[in-house]
């Protein structure tokens, strides 16, 4: 059963510190997506590759978040340094390069920030 | 700006009864409707998703209902039941944007036995 996998699922830490998600994307899929989810403002896309290549991460503060793609098999979302702002549920989804626009989600990262 | 808009923000629905969930677009330029559910702890899982070239999608209890001139779609469940009980997201994308999903602020629905 292919589904992305995404680590640490919780993680709290406090302001200042460097946090680092992880994702695994499913097998074969090229494209991959980063969200974020807070009561507030909902759902809301960080950044997205394609064959690992930075298409758009206008939704992310550059100061402080990065994304990246060091493989095909593995993205990562840094921020650093942290702020309480920052503490929201982020999630990854990736999405086949042929013939489908489904975007499958993985379960999260919680991430609190003190 | 690009925009979602979705209602209600919840709903409670009786077993057995239809949920209908609205939501509306800006972008004549969106050509992907699709929806998502999501249970608490979880990721957005689709539902079911439309193109704006059919007027409207079933699968099993669950119908999308797509309205191209008012730039409306919207979620019907019917036979609702208590394993129903989510969190409901619209969302957009538009191909030549690399299919990024915007989504409405979800509805929270409720399925009383």
């Known amino acids: 059963d292919a589904r992305v996998t995404q680590t640490p699922r919780h993680k709290v830490t406090e302001m200042g510190q460097e946090v680092t998600m992880r994702c695994q994307p499913i097998?074969?899929?090229?494209?991959v997506f980063w969200y974020r989810q807070t009561m507030m403002q909902g759902l809301e896309l960080l950044a997205y590759f394609r064959n690992r290549a930075p298409l758009d991460d206008s939704g992310m503060p550059k100061d402080r978040f990065s994304a990246e793609m060091p493989d095909a098999t593995l993205a990562t979302l840094k921020i650093q340094p942290s702020e309480p702002r920052d503490s929201a549920v982020y999630f990854c989804?990736?999405?086949?390069?042929?013939?489908?626009?489904?975007?499958?989600f993985g379960p999260g990262t919680r991430l609190t920030v003190l | 700006q690009q925009q979602v808009k979705q209602s209600p923000q919840s709903l409670i629905v009786q077993k057995g009864g239809i949920s209908i969930i609205n939501c509306a677009y800006e972008?004549?330029?969106?050509?992907?409707f699709p929806w998502y559910q999501q249970f608490p702890g979880k990721g957005p899982a689709l539902l079911i998703a439309i193109r704006p070239d059919v007027s409207e999608k079933k699968e099993g209890r669950f119908t999308i209902s797509f309205n191209k001139s008012a730039k409306q779609f919207s979620l019907h469940i019917m036979d609702s039941q208590p394993g129903d009980s989510a969190t409901y997201f619209c969302?957009?994308?538009?191909?030549?944007?690399?299919?990024?999903?915007?989504f409405g602020g979800g509805t929270r629905v409720l399925v009383k036995p």
């Open positions: 972008n004549t330029a969106f050509d992907y």
């Open positions: 097998l074969g899929h090229n494209t």
């Open positions: 969302a957009a994308s538009r191909g030549a944007a690399g299919n990024k999903l915007t």
């Open positions: 989804a990736s999405r086949s390069g042929t013939g489908t626009d489904t975007q499958y």
